[in-house]
Structure formats: structure tokens, C-alpha cells
């Protein structure tokens, strides 16, 4: 059963980092990509961008380019999220999501529980 | 750029249907996933690929595709079906996410 455990809540002042962290377990790690998005208050789902835990490859939303770094330890099957000069409309939940897919499809069978950050 | 568009929010009476569109100048050519997201919860895959549905989904929820509109059809709504709905699709030449605005849904 796959299953995906954030790290704990965050509260940080403006023009901070803060790295969140998604630990992975009832799968292969290097199988499949790990995807980020967020909801900010009263706002709709965000998606932020994804990481090939294999090859450490990367991919962002425009919004997101240059303020966010996904990395990965295959050590311990987690991924990370870094997101630096921090605002405060980056409050949001963030969520890791896995993907299932072929090269036709992508959507998320598997979320982790959420990670609040305040800022 | 690929826009998906929801209506902001859609009502429905107790045992009636519920249809929440979701629309989108290229989405002819892509496959439309749905969520429900309910406060303090994650979001739940209900349907994918435009009409299937995962296993422990209920019946009452299906999917279907017509032109650049995918629809989410909720029928028999129940109290229990009030959250926000998300239409998501995937860029393949990207690789790339989006997610529609999403449409509140109540039950009244």
C-alpha cells in the first residue's frame, strides 16, 4: 500500500526558506515521479512541479521557476521541497502527490496528508 | 497555455443529479481526471482517464467527454457529496499539470 508522510506544519516570516519533506513507502521509489501542489486559502489546487527520483531530473510551473527546489534522497525513498524568499501568499497546504500514468495520462492515485505553511 | 475553466459553484437538491463542467480550448485532445477535496482532507481521485472510476468510489459518480467539455455527473447527491470539485489535465509536450479553478458544490 503505498503511502506518503509529510513533514509537520511550518511557520516562517517573509523572505525565509523553508524545505518540506515527503517520505515514500509501499512502492519503488525510482518508479515513478513525485509531483507538489498547493492550496492556498480560499483558492483552487496549484500544481508546483515534479521530480524523477532516478535521475533527479525537475520540472516547474512558470510561477514557480527560480523560488522552488525539488530534490530527492533515494537513501530513504523521501523527497524534499525548497521554496526560498518565502511571501505570504505561500501560505497555503502543501501536498506530495504520485502519479500514475503512461504516455497518454497523467493523474494522482496517492497523496500525502498535507503540509500547512504559514508565512 | 492550457485554461480549464469550472464554473465557480453548481447546487443541487438532495437525491437530484449534479453536473459540474469543466471546458477548455485544447481538452478535445487530452484525458480529464476529477477530485473532491473536503476541508482539512486531501484530495480524492474519483474519476480518470474522462469516464472510469477507481475502486470504492460509489456508481452515483461518473464521467463523460463531449467536444472540449468534460463533465463530472454526481447523481443521487447526498449531504456527504458537499466539497470542491477539480478537473485536472496533463500536458504531454510540457509534461506538464493543470488543474481547473474547481466548483463548489452544495447540497441543499
Known amino acids: 500500500q503505498v503511502h506518503l508522510v509529510q513533514s509537520a506544519s511550518e511557520v516562517k516570516k517573509p523572505g525565509a526558506s523553508v524545505k518540506v519533506s515527503c517520505k515514500t513507502s509501499?512502492?519503488?521509489?525510482?518508479?515513478?515521479?513525485l509531483h507538489w501542489v498547493r492550496q492556498a486559502p480560499g483558492q483552487g489546487l496549484e500544481w508546483i512541479g515534479w521530480i524523477n527520483p532516478s535521475s533527479g531530473d525537475t520540472n516547474y510551473a512558470h510561477n514557480f521557476q527560480g523560488r522552488v527546489t525539488l530534490t530527492r534522497d533515494t537513501s530513504i525513498s523521501t523527497v524534499y521541497m525548497a521554496v526560498t524568499r518565502l511571501r505570504s501568499d505561500d501560505t497555503a497546504i502543501y501536498y506530495c502527490?504520485?502519479?500514475?500514468?503512461?504516455?497518454?495520462?497523467?493523474?494522482?492515485?496517492?497523496w500525502g496528508q498535507g503540509t500547512q505553511l504559514t508565512v | 497555455s492550457h485554461v480549464v475553466t469550472q464554473s465557480p459553484s453548481v447546487s443541487v437538491a438532495p437525491g437530484q443529479t449534479a453536473r459540474i463542467p469543466c471546458g477548455g480550448v485544447?481538452?478535445?485532445?487530452?484525458?480529464v481526471h476529477w477530485y473532491q477535496k473536503k476541508p482539512g482532507q486531501a484530495p480524492v481521485l474519483v474519476v480518470y482517464d474522462n469516464i472510469d472510476r477507481p475502486s470504492g468510489i460509489p456508481e452515483r459518480f461518473s464521467g463523460s467527454f463531449s467536444g472540449n467539455t468534460a463533465t463530472l455527473t454526481i447523481n443521487r447527491a447526498e449531504a456527504g457529496d458537499e466539497a470542491d470539485y477539480y478537473c485536472?489535465?496533463?500536458?504531454?509536450?510540457?509534461?506538464?499539470?493543470?488543474f481547473g479553478g474547481g466548483t463548489k458544490l452544495t447540497v441543499l
Open positions: 509501499g512502492y519503488t521509489f525510482n518508479d515513478y515521479s
Open positions: 502527490a504520485r502519479p500514475h500514468g503512461d504516455m497518454w495520462t497523467l493523474y494522482f492515485d496517492s
Open positions: 485536472q489535465v496533463w500536458d504531454g509536450s510540457s509534461d506538464r499539470v493543470f
Open positions: 485544447h481538452l478535445g485532445s487530452k484525458r
